[in-house]
């Protein structure tokens, strides 16, 4: 009876043993490999630049306010040109690329971009920093920003597509109600119409009579088609249908990319 007593109690014991061994091993396998601190993190930049707000200055006394993500998404539509050709004066996207320099540091390299569909002759982009050396080592991060521009409609043929793809963005430029005011106030008219000016000598059109009549949807209009007849022949040279095309555009994103390098 005692042998068997023995016997047993130091097979209790061998296993307890076993079992404080596997929950030791357990834990060793549950406990997350700790990041280098000295690593080049992008991730941290991002996050911070997707949730931290700041007021920036737009023109004159008027300030937008938002995420730096919000702003850099703005600054890459107010830096809009098509077939190479700026099509706005605006000292916006100068204000937001010191502010986001501010904010982030000298090994960060901070770019947004919209491209309505891919490889779009009308596009915006701002590159905040410069580009990491050849040699370091980049750590690279990807967000989706919302543009604020409306999806085109989902009916008719490249011209409709076009059309439709054009008015949004101009509208979103030069918001009918917004901009109305603008004009009619004499503090901001002067402004507000060289920015019309600006871009329909671009597009090669004239908003004169639109514009003394502070007419901003008409003026909208006519910039809209003259937009649209450059982004049509754009659309029916890149693609083999309005379905594909329709189908590639995406317009209501910003793609904002983080770079981050080591010292």
Do not use: K
């Amino acid at each position: 009876m005692h042998v068997a007593r023995a016997v047993s109690t130091v097979l209790d014991v061998s296993v307890c043993l076993l079992l404080i061994g596997a929950a030791a091993s357990t834990l060793v396998l549950a406990v997350p490999e700790e990041r280098d601190p000295s690593e080049p993190n992008a991730d941290t930049v991002a996050n911070s630049l997707v949730t931290t707000t700041a007021a920036v200055e737009v023109a004159g006394d008027r300030r937008s306010h938002g995420t730096f993500a919000e702003h850099l998404s703005r600054a890459a539509l107010e830096s809009g040109s098509i077939g190479g050709d700026r099509l706005l004066a605006s000292t916006y996207p100068d204000t937001v690329d010191r502010a986001v320099r501010n904010h982030t540091d000298e090994r960060a390299y901070v770019t947004a971009r919209w491209e309505p569909y891919p490889n779009a002759s009308l596009h915006g982009r701002i590159a905040v920093g410069s580009a990491p050396p050849a040699t370091a080592d980049v750590s690279t991060t990807r967000r989706t920003v919302d543009s604020g521009i409306v999806e085109p409609d989902a009916a008719g043929g490249f011209d409709s597509l076009a059309a439709s793809l054009s008015a949004a963005y101009i509208e979103h430029l030069f918001p009918p109600e917004r901009t109305r005011a603008e004009l009619l106030d004499p503090r901001t008219a002067r402004r507000t119409a060289d920015r019309y000016r600006v871009i329909a000598a671009v597009l090669g059109v004239t908003v004169g009579s639109e514009l003394a009549a502070a007419d901003t949807r008409a003026a909208n209009e006519r910039l809209a088609r003259a937009l649209g007849d450059r982004v049509e022949s754009d659309l029916e040279a890149g693609y083999p249908s309005v379905r594909v095309a329709r189908d590639a555009t995406a317009v209501g994103s910003i793609e904002l990319v983080v770079r981050r390098w080591d010292a």
